[in-house]
Protein backbone atom coordinates (compact mmCIF):
# COMPACT_ATOMS: atom_id res chain seq x y z
CA UNK A 1 0.00 0.00 0.00
CA UNK A 2 1.42 3.55 -0.74
CA UNK A 3 1.94 5.94 2.54
CA UNK A 4 -1.74 7.72 2.57
CA UNK A 5 -1.55 11.42 2.34
CA UNK A 6 -2.46 13.14 5.67
CA UNK A 7 -5.80 13.64 5.02
CA UNK A 8 -6.61 9.98 4.90
CA UNK A 9 -5.34 9.97 8.08
CA UNK A 10 -7.70 12.21 10.15
CA UNK A 11 -10.73 9.92 10.74
CA UNK A 12 -8.38 6.44 11.59
CA UNK A 13 -6.73 8.71 14.33
CA UNK A 14 -9.86 10.51 15.34
CA UNK A 15 -11.18 6.56 15.97
CA UNK A 16 -7.78 5.49 17.26
CA UNK A 17 -8.56 8.00 20.15
CA UNK A 18 -11.69 7.42 20.59
CA UNK A 19 -10.64 5.21 23.73
CA UNK A 20 -10.78 9.00 25.59
CA UNK A 21 -7.26 8.09 26.55
CA UNK A 22 -4.06 10.19 26.33
CA UNK A 23 -1.46 9.06 23.86
CA UNK A 24 1.90 9.52 22.90
CA UNK A 25 2.67 10.30 19.07
CA UNK A 26 4.57 7.28 18.71
CA UNK A 27 1.70 4.85 19.96
CA UNK A 28 -0.26 6.92 17.06
CA UNK A 29 1.99 6.09 14.22
CA UNK A 30 2.85 2.04 15.36
CA UNK A 31 -1.27 1.88 15.60
CA UNK A 32 -1.65 4.11 11.90
CA UNK A 33 0.71 2.41 10.24
CA UNK A 34 -0.56 -1.26 11.20
CA UNK A 35 -3.82 -0.02 9.91
CA UNK A 36 -2.95 1.06 6.76
CA UNK A 37 -0.50 -2.27 6.59
CA UNK A 38 2.59 0.02 5.24
CA UNK A 39 5.57 -2.25 4.85
CA UNK A 40 9.05 -1.74 7.40
CA UNK A 41 10.21 -0.10 4.10
CA UNK A 42 6.92 2.43 3.62
CA UNK A 43 7.14 3.21 6.92
CA UNK A 44 11.50 4.18 6.81
CA UNK A 45 10.76 6.14 3.33
CA UNK A 46 12.39 9.38 4.39
CA UNK A 47 11.46 13.01 3.69
CA UNK A 48 13.79 15.45 1.07
CA UNK A 49 14.63 17.86 3.76
CA UNK A 50 15.04 16.21 7.09
CA UNK A 51 15.75 13.50 8.68
CA UNK A 52 12.16 11.75 9.16
CA UNK A 53 9.87 9.32 7.92
CA UNK A 54 7.65 10.69 5.25
CA UNK A 55 4.55 9.06 7.47
CA UNK A 56 5.84 9.93 10.88
CA UNK A 57 5.53 13.19 9.39
CA UNK A 58 2.12 13.25 8.14
CA UNK A 59 0.93 11.65 11.46
CA UNK A 60 2.05 14.72 13.12
CA UNK A 61 0.44 16.74 10.24
CA UNK A 62 -2.56 14.86 11.07
CA UNK A 63 -2.49 15.58 14.38
CA UNK A 64 -2.22 19.88 14.15
CA UNK A 65 -5.24 20.11 12.00
CA UNK A 66 -7.16 17.92 14.29
CA UNK A 67 -6.16 19.81 17.17
CA UNK A 68 -6.81 23.21 15.57
CA UNK A 69 -10.43 22.15 15.12
CA UNK A 70 -10.41 21.37 18.47
CA UNK A 71 -10.89 17.61 17.90
CA UNK A 72 -7.79 16.36 19.78
CA UNK A 73 -6.19 17.99 22.28
CA UNK A 74 -2.36 18.39 23.24
CA UNK A 75 -2.05 17.47 26.89
CA UNK A 76 1.45 17.82 26.88
CA UNK A 77 3.79 17.70 24.94
CA UNK A 78 3.97 14.20 22.28
CA UNK A 79 0.88 13.24 23.89
CA UNK A 80 -2.75 13.62 22.50
CA UNK A 81 -6.32 12.93 23.58
CA UNK A 82 -9.55 13.26 22.02
CA UNK A 83 -11.90 16.19 23.32
CA UNK A 84 -15.87 16.31 23.58
CA UNK A 85 -16.40 17.64 19.75
CA UNK A 86 -13.75 14.95 18.60
CA UNK A 87 -16.21 12.26 20.45
CA UNK A 88 -19.25 13.80 19.19
CA UNK A 89 -17.56 13.71 15.37
CA UNK A 90 -16.93 9.96 16.08
CA UNK A 91 -20.92 9.35 17.28
CA UNK A 92 -21.58 11.16 13.76
CA UNK A 93 -20.02 8.40 11.89
CA UNK A 94 -18.53 10.34 9.02
CA UNK A 95 -17.44 8.21 6.28
CA UNK A 96 -14.26 10.88 5.56
CA UNK A 97 -12.69 13.49 7.72
CA UNK A 98 -10.39 16.02 5.48
CA UNK A 99 -9.72 19.82 5.71
CA UNK A 100 -13.39 20.17 3.78
CA UNK A 101 -14.61 18.55 6.61
CA UNK A 102 -13.17 20.34 9.33
CA UNK A 103 -14.22 24.15 7.73
CA UNK A 104 -17.43 23.45 10.19
CA UNK A 105 -15.19 24.32 12.98
CA UNK A 106 -15.10 27.93 14.02
CA UNK A 107 -11.64 27.30 15.63
CA UNK A 108 -10.68 25.86 12.14
CA UNK A 109 -11.89 28.68 10.00
CA UNK A 110 -10.14 30.73 12.32
CA UNK A 111 -6.70 29.28 12.01
CA UNK A 112 -7.04 28.76 8.11
CA UNK A 113 -8.08 32.78 7.42
CA UNK A 114 -6.05 34.08 9.69
CA UNK A 115 -2.44 33.12 7.29
CA UNK A 116 -4.50 34.58 4.49
CA UNK A 117 -5.40 38.37 6.34
CA UNK A 118 -2.10 38.85 6.69
CA UNK A 119 -0.55 38.03 3.28
CA UNK A 120 0.15 41.42 1.85
CA UNK A 121 1.49 39.77 -1.59
CA UNK A 122 -0.76 38.90 -4.70
CA UNK A 123 -2.54 35.55 -4.67
CA UNK A 124 -0.17 34.34 -7.95
CA UNK A 125 3.07 34.91 -5.60
CA UNK A 126 1.63 32.42 -3.01
CA UNK A 127 2.20 28.87 -2.71
CA UNK A 128 -1.77 27.41 -1.77
CA UNK A 129 -1.74 24.35 0.64
CA UNK A 130 -3.08 21.49 -1.38
CA UNK A 131 -5.57 19.02 -0.47
CA UNK A 132 -3.17 16.36 -0.54
CA UNK A 133 -0.08 18.01 0.86
CA UNK A 134 1.28 18.96 4.07
CA UNK A 135 3.33 22.68 4.34
CA UNK A 136 5.93 19.92 5.13
CA UNK A 137 5.30 18.07 1.23
CA UNK A 138 5.71 21.33 -0.20
CA UNK A 139 8.73 22.42 1.48
CA UNK A 140 10.06 19.32 0.32
CA UNK A 141 9.00 19.59 -3.40
CA UNK A 142 10.48 23.28 -3.43
CA UNK A 143 13.58 22.01 -1.91
CA UNK A 144 14.00 19.28 -4.55
CA UNK A 145 13.00 22.16 -7.43
CA UNK A 146 15.65 24.02 -6.32
CA UNK A 147 18.13 21.67 -6.00
CA UNK A 148 17.52 19.66 -9.20
CA UNK A 149 17.72 23.48 -11.00
CA UNK A 150 21.01 24.06 -8.95
CA UNK A 151 22.48 20.90 -10.49
CA UNK A 152 21.60 21.69 -13.59
CA UNK A 153 23.07 25.55 -13.94
CA UNK A 154 26.57 24.11 -12.10
CA UNK A 155 26.47 21.37 -14.86
CA UNK A 156 25.88 24.21 -17.51
CA UNK A 157 28.72 26.25 -15.82
CA UNK A 158 30.86 23.37 -16.00
CA UNK A 159 30.04 22.45 -19.61
CA UNK A 160 31.25 25.85 -20.33
CA UNK A 161 34.40 25.99 -18.51
CA UNK A 162 35.49 22.91 -20.61
CA UNK A 163 34.77 24.44 -23.94
CA UNK A 164 36.73 27.43 -22.86
Same mark, same amino acid.
Given at each position: ?????? %? =????????F??DK???????M???L =????? /? $???? *????LT???E??F???? !?W @??F?L?????????????G?? @? *?R???? /? *??????????????????? /???D??????? +????? /???????? @?? %????? =???K?? !????? %?????? $? +????? =?
Amino acid at each position: MAIPDF %Q =SIMLPMLSFLGDKKEHKVGEMIESL =SISFK /L $SEEE *KKVPLTSKNEPVFHNRV !RW @TLFYLRKAELVNRTKRGVGKI @T *KRGVDV /L *KSKPKKIDMKFLEQFPEYR /LFRDLPAKKQK +KKKDD /LIEVSEKN @TP %QDLLD =SGYKAF !RDNLV %QELKGI $S +KNRIK =S
